[in-house]
């Protein structure tokens, strides 16, 4: 075991390997440093013949990961020159791919808050287990950004049009929802937690599963499918919206209430990426993607000024810019996809583009 202060602690248990993410002040949140240390105990373990198994938590009562640590993004693209945002998303994306192609079992304890880059180092792995306390969620459009670490492609393979909903509302989803959208593979009781990863340190994590896995509380989605799926069929943000507004439904109106806070711009693009990562293949190409816009995002006003309203004044009254949906041409839409040249981050090339399955 490293020191407690440290921000990750690696520790050896049985056949099992655990990553416990240890800023529990701050949700947990991913720095930098964070995930170049996940990355080298994954190198340190793949061929290590005593782990059969790494096990991914969080630290403290309230959750595996809230995101990246937006702070830092905020001040590097308000008085910074981007450049250490765009290394840190870099290294984190290539995490994201390596996690999904992990050659052994990781195994993601989904407990309490998990949301957009907790969602990166969770709900790539190959066994994702969630509790009746988890709350995930990407909800970047709420801070003027676009969901990443992969997450249009997780949210593009949900049923019908219920990632698009959980893209641009940035709606959090209980164990049920995870289940049904694709998103986590197993339900464990919280109170089950530390028996299970107790097992894994003798039992395969099929075992292990075995003794602890139970049926999730229900969730909502289910039940709000038809029209769901009606209204995020459409083509573009605005006419979602008229949808919305357009069915009796109180859940339809009160998403369309919540999109009307969101940025106009991050909606559009986020609608955008979405359709676009349905065509794109592997999650490779779409962490390419994902990379283009988040650095485009940082030469927007949209992300500095959401993160400004939510997070450092917290007056939750983002002052977006364009203001309106009308203002947000296709033309601003199409320059997040803009291709970076030398700058591309490249995935969709490497060797392994194969995801490995438990």
Partial sequence: MTGTEDPVLLRADGRAAHIVLNRPRALNALTHEMVRRIDAALTA?????????????????????AGGDIRAIHDDAKTGDGTAAAAFWRD??????????YPKPYVAVMDGIVMGGGVGVSAHGSVRVVTERARVAMPETGIGFVPDVGGTYLLGLAPGEL?????LTGAQTGAGDALLCGLADHHVPAAALGAFTADLAVLSVHDALARHVQ????????GQREWIDACY????????????????????????????????TALKVTLAALRRARHLGPLEAVLDQEYRVSCAALAAPDLVEGVRAQVIDKDRRPRWSPGTLAEVSAADVDRFFAPLGDRELGLAGSDSTVEVAW
């Fill in 215 to 222: 049926s999730p509380p229900p969730g909502a989605l289910a």
């Fill in 233 to 264: 069929a459409a083509d573009t943000v605005e006419e979602i919206l008229d949808r919305l507004l357009g069915r009796g439904e109180p859940a339809a109106k009160e998403a369309a209430e919540t999109l009307l806070t969101k940025s106009p």
């Fill in 92 to 101: 984190e994306y290539r995490l994201n791919a390596r996690i999904a192609r």
């Fill in 45 to 65: 373990w793949e061929h290590d013949p005593a782990v059969a198994t790494v096990v991914i938590s969080g630290a403290g009562e309230r959750g595996l990961c």
């Fill in 163 to 167: 990632g698009t909903h959980l893209a």
